[in-house]
């Protein structure tokens, strides 16, 4: 199995940053996809970015892109989401999760972290 933790989470105000860190451990593959997801209170939970392969081809949201990457450390087994411009409309809470297709679906990641808070206030 694998298992994920998501770390990085906190309080920060419009217009500051915040990295999101991923780490995997377990039956872990370079061939996973890896991607992030955030649920809002009273909302779906919906797809923000993912990064696919060893770390070569990367996709975001259009809510966020512009604003938001993501990166991979094969040799550390973590996952990385760089949030720049945060605005209070992206609180909610961030989920990891890792899965054997590339695609942008919650569906296909079959591994999912316990999910870290980001709170973004005016």
Not at 38 to 67: C, H, N
């Amino acid at each position: 199995q694998v298992q994920l933790v998501e770390s990085g989470g906190g309080l920060v105000q419009a217009g500051g940053s915040l990295r999101l860190s991923c780490a995997a451990s377990g039956r872990t593959s370079s061939a996973y996809a890896m991607g992030w997801f955030r649920q809002a209170p009273g909302k779906e939970r919906d797809f923000v970015g993912a990064i696919f392969g060893s770390g070569g081809s990367t996709y975001v949201a259009a809510s966020v892109k512009g604003r938001f990457t993501i990166s991979r450390d094969n040799a550390k087994n973590t996952v990385y989401l760089q949030m720049n411009s945060l605005k209070p409309e992206d609180t909610a809470v961030y989920y990891c999760a890792a899965g054997p297709f590339e695609s942008t679906s919650e569906k296909y990641f079959t591994y999912w972290g316990p999910g870290t808070q980001v709170t973004v206030s005016s």
